[in-house]
C-alpha cells in the first residue's frame, strides 16, 4: 500500500511539473482536436523533439527567489516555442504583459519580433524564445547585475539542451551577457560571434526599433544573414 502510495504521489508530482510547464511557456488550454492528437502521438517516435530536459529546469525553478524579483512577479517567464529550434531568439527580461501571461514577446516588442520572424520565414513555434532574466523587473527597468548572475545558469542550461545552430541576441543586455563583452551593441551586430561554438548574431532590441524605427533595416540586414547560416 505504501510503495502504491508512494508511486501516486510520483505521478502526482510528475503531472504538477508537466502543467507548470506548459502554463509557463504561455499554453492556456488544450487543444484537443484529431490533428494535434496525431501530433502528440507523434512524440518520441523518430524525432529529436524532446521538451522533458527543458520542463525540468522550468520546474526547478517554479518558486525560485535566487533574488530580489521573485517579490513582485505575477509568473515566471521561462522561455516557449521549439525545443529542438535551430534558431533561438535572447531578449533582455519579461514586461507587463510577459509577467501576466507567463509568456515571452507577447507586448508591443513581441508582436514586431513576431513580425521579423515571420519575415524570416519562420514562426513563433518553429523557433525558440527566452531572455537573460527571467521575472519581470518593476517598472520595466534594466535587469541589474546581481539578477543577471542570478538567472544566467538556467539560461545557460537551456541554450545547452537546445544547442540552436544560430542563437539571436536581442541587444545590448543579452548580447553583452553572453558574448561577456561590455562592446556597444552597435559595434557588435551586424556579424557572427561565437557563444560556446554556436554561432551569435546580436541586433537591436525589438523595442529599440519602435523608438527608432530607421534602424529597422540594420536589423533585417542581420537576419538575412541569419537566414543565409541556416540555409547552409
Ligand atoms: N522584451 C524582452 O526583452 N523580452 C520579452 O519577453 C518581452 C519584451
Redesign the pocket.
Known amino acids: 500500500m505504501r510503495v502504491f502510495a508512494k508511486q501516486f504521489n510520483n505521478t502526482l508530482a510528475d503531472i504538477k511539473a508537466s502543467l507548470c510547464y506548459y502554463a509557463q511557456t504561455g499554453c492556456h488550454g488544450f487543444d484537443c482536436s484529431k490533428d494535434s492528437l496525431a501530433i502528440i502521438n507523434g512524440w518520441g517516435k523518430n524525432s529529436r523533439i524532446d521538451s522533458e530536459p527543458l520542463m525540468t529546469i522550468c520546474s526547478k525553478i517554479a518558486n525560485c527567489r535566487g533574488c530580489k524579483l521573485w517579490q513582485e512577479r505575477k509568473n515566471i517567464?521561462f522561455g516557449a516555442g521549439n525545443p529542438d529550434a535551430r534558431l533561438v531568439f535572447v531578449?533582455?527580461?519579461?514586461?507587463q504583459?510577459?509577467d501576466l501571461l507567463g509568456e515571452?514577446?507577447?507586448?508591443q516588442?513581441?508582436q514586431l519580433l513576431t513580425k521579423i520572424i515571420e519575415a524570416m520565414q519562420f514562426s513563433r513555434k518553429s523557433v525558440y524564445?527566452c531572455?537573460i532574466i527571467k521575472c519581470r523587473p518593476s517598472g520595466n527597468r534594466n535587469p541589474e547585475i546581481d539578477e543577471i548572475q542570478a538567472c544566467l545558469p538556467f539560461l545557460e542550461q537551456q541554450l545547452n539542451i537546445i544547442k540552436p545552430r544560430v542563437i539571436v541576441g536581442?541587444?545590448k543586455f543579452?548580447s553583452q551577457t553572453l558574448l561577456g563583452t561590455d562592446s556597444a551593441i552597435s559595434r557588435l551586430r551586424g556579424h557572427f560571434h561565437d557563444y560556446h561554438g554556436i554561432l551569435f548574431m546580436p541586433t537591436y532590441?525589438?523595442?529599440f526599433l519602435l523608438r527608432n524605427p530607421a534602424r529597422k533595416k540594420d536589423v533585417w540586414e542581420d537576419m538575412q544573414k541569419v537566414m543565409k547560416k541556416l540555409k547552409n
Open positions: 517567464v531578449g533582455e527580461a519579461p514586461g504583459k510577459e515571452p514577446f507577447v507586448g516588442a513581441g524564445l531572455n536581442l541587444g543579452a532590441h525589438p523595442a
